[in-house]
């Protein structure tokens, strides 16, 4: 399997002046393979304090980027690691989308085609391995890997060692793959402090400076 390369993208349109409606988490198909266990737990211990009314309005405030097809089908292009957070704890749960591409079929397969041909699919696998063919996609966020080096960076943007990319898909999973081929002691997502001191090191260093986000020493 290839290491990981995702150097062309169509930017993720932003929610500006754009339809918003409501739509069953569980409905949605994940355009990822894997996920941050470490930052799904962080969002359940965050949800557990709202109430409904304040998650409905946070949902509100983070609506997804959605991609449909001819049947009705829909892929969400962000926001994998709240939904899946949020699906855990109540399997009705709903959120609010917005669309952002319309695909002209009814299959699954030329669906997922064209989302590749934006840059809108991640297709390697929780220990980096890939790209894996499309079709094999989970069709629930249930079904999504954890990969540890995916909870890393999020601890590491929770930081503020790296600065938000809101708009590049999958950044996360970039700085992932380049600390994937460092050096780092034995970490998973439960216990993420072996592994800390050295990964901040190496995100604030000029070897990591062509990666966007990347803001260097403190």
Not at 109 to 114: F, G, V
Not at 116 to 134: C, F, I, M, V
């Amino acid at each position: 399997m290839q290491i990981l390369h995702l150097s062309h993208y169509e930017p993720i349109p932003k929610a500006e002046g754009v339809e918003l409606f409501e739509v069953a988490v569980a409905a949605l198909q994940p355009t990822q393979l894997c996920i941050g266990l470490a930052e799904i737990r962080s969002r359940q211990h965050d949800f557990a304090r709202d109430t409904l009314e304040q998650q409905r309005r946070y949902l509100r405030s983070k609506p997804v980027p959605l991609v449909r097809n001819q049947t009705g089908d829909l892929w969400m292009i962000d926001r994998h690691h709240r939904l899946r957070a949020l699906l855990e704890l109540n399997a009705s749960v709903t959120t609010f989308g917005y669309l952002v591409a319309e695909v002209a079929s009814s299959s699954r397969a030329e669906t997922l085609r064209e989302l590749q041909s934006r840059g809108w699919l991640y297709l390697h696998d929780g220990r980096g391995q890939g790209p894996w063919p499309p079709e094999q996609l989970p069709t629930s966020l249930l079904d999504l890997q954890d990969d540890p080096y995916r909870s890393l960076v999020w601890k590491l943007k929770k930081e503020g060692v790296l600065r938000p990319q809101p708009l590049i898909p999958y950044h996360e999973f970039r700085w992932g793959a380049w600390l994937r081929r460092r050096p780092l002691p034995p970490f998973h997502s439960g216990c993420l402090e072996p592994a800390l001191p050295t990964a901040r090191r190496l995100a604030r260093s000029p070897a990591a400076s062509h990666l966007a986000g990347w803001k260097g020493e403190a």
